[in-house]
């Protein structure tokens, strides 16, 4: 999905289609737009690669974790930790002008994919 | 939630059950245990931070391509750059020893994120 472009297609005029106010037509991108474009999309595809990156990290702690608990049959659910995850996440989300109920949703996307990891980890012990 | 929580949930003995072989009984945790368990949840709030301000970052981009192709009445859908994204998402995630279904899921997941701002966009424009 090219980020920025789903949403364009909801109510951009068809190509060819006449403009509403002598703006430039569509597809009328100029070299120095063109440019901006790729520069933003260099920059999305850093950010991109970074986190990826990021979250392999972070699932080798959750792995190791999950092992750790496996291993000591350590009590599984936490509800404080989870409360400051949460409050935490949801803070700092506010602080980097990030929706706070986005932060919380990608959380609960990332744990899901965790938990797929730790009932490997559990079919495998 | 507690990231590792939930799938320890699964298949661990109540508290206070008989382990199978001899094993540490549940709750057993040595000061080390905990120390690694902290250790390991002080990386994970750390990843999360970053990635919170990573995608921060991310999110400044697109909607400057957001304003960028509203602007210039660029045509929206871009499949070349889509399925590059997707590719190249794909691949690193298997670098990072990552699960590419995952890490398309997740480009999916920022993505809807992403179209929910260009429609505020399109609102205000």
Known sequence: MSDSDRTDQRGAPPPGAATRSGEPGPGDRGPEVQDELERLRASIDNIDAAVVYMLAE???????????KAEHQLPPADPARESRQIARLRELATEARLDPAFAEKLLNFVIAEVIRHHETIARES
């Open 58 to 68: 972070r699932f080798k702690c959750t792995q190791r974790v999950g092992r750790l």
